[in-house]
């Protein structure tokens, strides 16, 4: 079947400027959650999503970052008045339920790169 | 503070010989582990996981160890091929706080020479 994916797989925005992420996680996955990987760094973790509620939102940098998740399925990320220490490649993973041990599948991701 | 290490950014391992990935954690609430594989402009893809009640899970030329005492685990690649150059990152997860938390180390950049 279908994997995660991720649209768009690259971006270039300018500073200040907003932008708009999104997945789409495997189908009748329950859990969803997105990371940034800055260029030399480790997976760092900013939301996850169990159905649409989002019971863990510690990893999100700033309140210029939100995510929200509908019907289950697709999920947006929004960086709003983006600074050039956002660049980075954006990754979405979804699981099965999320709830505990569980095999996270991941998309390719988005290249966000603001100038 | 990082929770979960892996203190080798990289590996140089001849064709055939095996490769061993190093990965430790800091908190004992982690109760899965698992690994994965990441090439250039990719998402990272799963490739083996085991649970904090056995010490040792198989998958062909993949093995993963758990030492619980010592909050430490690897990979053994073994032969370890051309192909199987990539970036590898350990994760480790378990409960806090109510919800089910996943934390992935830095990555070991892995580089097989034919």
């Known amino acids: 079947g279908a994997g995660v994916s991720q649209s768009p797989s690259n971006k270039v925005t300018e500073k200040g400027k907003d932008v708009e992420l999104r997945c789409d996680p495997i189908s009748g996955h329950t859990a969803l959650y997105w990371y940034r990987q800055r260029l030399g760094q480790g997976l760092e973790f900013l939301i996850y999503?169990?159905?649409?509620?989002?019971p863990d939102k510690s990893g999100l940098p700033s309140d210029r970052f939100s995510a929200e998740r509908t019907g289950e399925s697709v999920s947006t990320l929004t960086i709003q008045r983006t600074q050039q220490e956002d660049s980075a490649v954006y990754l979405c993973a979804s699981s099965l339920w999320g709830a505990g041990p569980d095999t996270q599948y991941f998309g390719p991701g988005t290249r966000l790169t603001v100038l | 503070d990082q929770q979960v290490k892996q203190n080798s950014p990289s590996l140089s391992v001849q064709e055939g010989r095996i490769s061993i990935l190093n990965c430790d954690y800091t908190n004992s609430m982690f109760d899965y582990f698992l690994w994965y594989k990441k090439y250039p402009a990719e998402g990272p893809t799963f490739l083996i996981s085991i649970s904090s009640i056995k010490d040792k899970n198989e998958d062909g030329r993949f093995t993963v160890f758990l030492n619980k005492s010592a909050k430490h685990l690897s990979l053994h690649i073994v032969p370890s091929q051309p192909g199987d150059s990539a970036v590898y990152f350990c994760a480790a997860s378990g409960r806090e706080a109510g919800t089910y938390k996943y934390i992935f180390g830095t990555g070991t950049r892995l580089k097989v020479l034919a």
């Open positions: 999503f169990q159905g649409n509620s989002a």
